[in-house]
């Protein structure tokens, strides 16, 4: 199924991702992780940040892929669903020097 994008919203997306800056969604969800090595499945992120999973998931993706911001972590069971998940963390600070 295909929608109909104005021509000033895919702009808008364009001008947002060539900038580099964090969007407010994704300065917000980093704002509740703690440094490394502490890790988040995304319903935990979306508990802590009060914001819906699809929110939480697709800035979760743009910090990981685009920012490099985080990191996937090693699998352990979700404190909310119980499932096993790859929740993801802060990058280690010093992982940037080498």
């Known amino acids: 199924m295909q929608t109909q994008v104005a021509h000033t919203s895919i702009r808008t997306y364009r001008d947002i991702e060539k900038d580099g800056?964090?969007?407010?969604r994704q300065r917000q969800i980093l704002a509740v992780m703690k440094p490394f090595p502490m890790d988040y499945s995304l319903q935990e992120l979306a508990q802590l940040t009060k914001l819906p999973i699809n929110v939480v998931s697709g800035r979760v993706n743009e910090l990981r892929?685009?920012?490099?911001?985080i990191e996937r972590a090693p699998a352990r069971p979700c404190t909310v669903t119980g499932r096993t998940i790859r929740p993801v963390r802060r990058i280690h600070p010093q992982r940037l020097l080498f």
Do not use: Y
């Not at 800056?21 to 407010?24: G, I, R």
């Open 65 to 69: 892929e685009k920012a490099g911001e």
């Open 21 to 24: 800056t964090l969007s407010q």
